[in-house]
């Protein structure tokens, strides 16, 4: 026998607890045979697809086999991940002959975080310039962010590997990024230094400015570094989850909107939305990369 674990009728951050909760529970997968029912699935965003994809590489890692069942291309939400590559790279195959990446999308990419910034610098960095007809010094807030997104991974991360998924938004002069990974957590990270927070609290905690879980080993930035750049700099928005908690910011208020979620995330996923019309252009030198 096996475990059908059916994706929702939109697949993003909110939706995401209950497809994890199908397939996990109190951090095991709660069969060693899932199949993915992907029968509902219609609309789909940037986030969703690194889930997914993180989801899949971690049943992967703990021996589970996962078969995909009820896919149709006739289904917006499952040609999208089709052309994104999806298929074809956890089966063997595209579900379409005429599947292919589109010109907005960046293929989803399951990154081992110790080559990524190696990885980022020659693939998705020169690409988004070329699309956006920018300058590279108009990108160097962005590159530092998601520098420094794997640079978390990588320092606390157990499973080495984080997931990233872009998607140009032309016609509303938007970006949307995600980064997701299954590790530690922000919260287990966050009450090593600080005990006692509750896990929403805690991810709050984190985007303060000059917090460090590291000591005197981190110099003051991290997440608030990610919180300037994107949502104080660029108007953009921000989405943190880890755990059972979900912090998010936007360009309006600037303060943190602090969510106890229905489930629990085991890693963190960072949901990021640039204004590709108010990307700086006067940037002479790239910003160095931070430690968190």
Request: hydrophobic share 45%; aromatic share 12%; net charge positive.
């Given at each position: 026998m096996s475990l059908q674990v059916p994706l929702p009728w939109t697949l993003n951050a909110d939706t995401m607890h209950s497809l994890l909760g199908a397939a996990i529970y109190q951090g095991a997968p709660i069969d060693n045979h899932v199949q993915l029912d992907f029968y509902r699935v219609n609309f789909v965003e940037p986030a969703g697809v690194v889930i997914l994809s993180n989801l899949i590489e971690?049943?992967?890692?703990?021996?589970?086999?996962?078969?995909?069942?009820?896919a149709d291309t006739q289904r917006r939400g499952v040609e999208y991940l089709d052309d994104t590559g999806l298929f074809a790279t956890y089966w063997g195959?595209?579900?379409?002959?005429?599947?292919?990446?589109?010109?907005t999308t960046f293929p989803f990419r399951a990154l081992q975080c110790a080559n990524s910034h190696q990885w980022l610098d020659g693939n998705i960095f020169p690409w988004l310039q070329a699309r956006l007809n920018i300058r590279r010094s108009s990108l160097y807030g962005f590159q530092a962010c998601v520098r420094e997104i794997f640079n978390n991974i990588i320092d606390h991360s157990e499973e080495d590997v984080g997931c990233m998924h872009v998607q140009l938004l032309p016609n509303i002069h938007r970006m949307k990024i995600a980064i997701s990974d299954f590790g530690i957590g922000i919260p287990t990270e966050v009450r090593r230094a600080v005990p006692g927070l509750s896990e929403p609290a805690a991810i709050a905690r984190a985007t303060q400015e000059g917090f460090s879980s590291k000591g005197g080993k981190n110099r003051g930035a991290g997440l608030s570094y990610l919180v300037d750049i994107i949502v104080k700099n660029n108007n953009g928005w921000l989405g943190i989850y880890s755990g059972n908690g979900a912090v998010t910011f936007n360009h309006v208020t600037r303060f943190p909107n602090v969510r106890l979620m229905a489930g629990s995330y085991p890693g963190t996923l960072i949901s990021m939305i640039f204004r590709t019309d108010d990307l700086a252009n006067d940037s002479d030198e790239e910003s160095e990369d931070l430690i968190w």
């Open positions: 971690w049943l992967r890692k703990r021996g589970v086999i996962v078969e995909y069942i009820n195959a595209s579900l379409s002959q005429f599947a292919k990446l589109r010109g």
